[in-house]
Nanobody
């Protein structure tokens, strides 16, 4: 199983980006998909999570109302639509999955994807 993240880039404050994470190979059925991020010199932090059925989502307070997580089960892909971006959103963003209904902590992650860099300039 592999998770392949894409969609990162450079954007000015107030702009938008959409990240994608495609799962290849056998996938964890009935498991959550999540996004985490790691800013330079900081630890990895939770951003957003979505249940397998997509009936539940949960966001970090810092992104609530600006970011939207969604998933396309037919494509085994999860998305993170980011709007009203701020310089403090600059980080490497990682997708992840875990054998839980929702995954909100790094200790709950069973598989990490590679990161994609998002840079927001002021």
């Amino acid at each position: 199983v592999q998770l392949q993240a894409s969609g990162g880039g450079s954007v000015q404050a107030g702009g938008s980006l959409r990240l994608s994470c495609a799962a290849s190979g056998p996938t964890f059925s009935n498991y959550a998909m999540s996004w985490f991020r790691q800013a330079p010199g900081k630890g990895r932090e939770f951003v957003a999570t979505i249940s397998w059925s997509a009936d539940s989502t949960y966001y970090a307070d810092s992104v609530k109302g600006r970011f939207t997580i969604s998933r396309d089960k037919a494509k085994n892909t999860v998305y993170l639509q980011m709007a009203a971006l701020k310089p403090e959103d600059t980080a490497v963003y990682y997708c992840a999955t875990g054998r839980r209904y929702l995954v909100v902590d790094t200790t709950q992650v069973d598989l990490w994807g590679q990161g994609t860099l998002v840079t927001v300039s002021s």
